[in-house]
């Protein structure tokens, strides 16, 4: 069965994930939940006021910057980042 969180946790959840500087994966593991129901709620509170105006460019930026540094990973893994530095 599903622990029901409270909506205080769960905007406490949305303002650690998004202001801490941690990967999505390490704060729902701090939190002890999942990656997925850790996701839900930042789609449910992002546009509330758990994050203050002036840091939402903030976050976007960092979200951003964390899809790039993903994307540039799974490059080097693959070994697209090594074929493409040859040329």
Known sequence: MAAKHSEEFKRDAVHIALTSGLTHRQASSDLGGGMSILNKWIKTYRDTDIIPKEDQELVKENERLRRENR???EESRS???D???AD
């Open 83 to 85: 074929a493409r530095a």
């Open 79 to 81: 070994g697209a980042w």
């Open 71 to 73: 994307v540039l990973k």
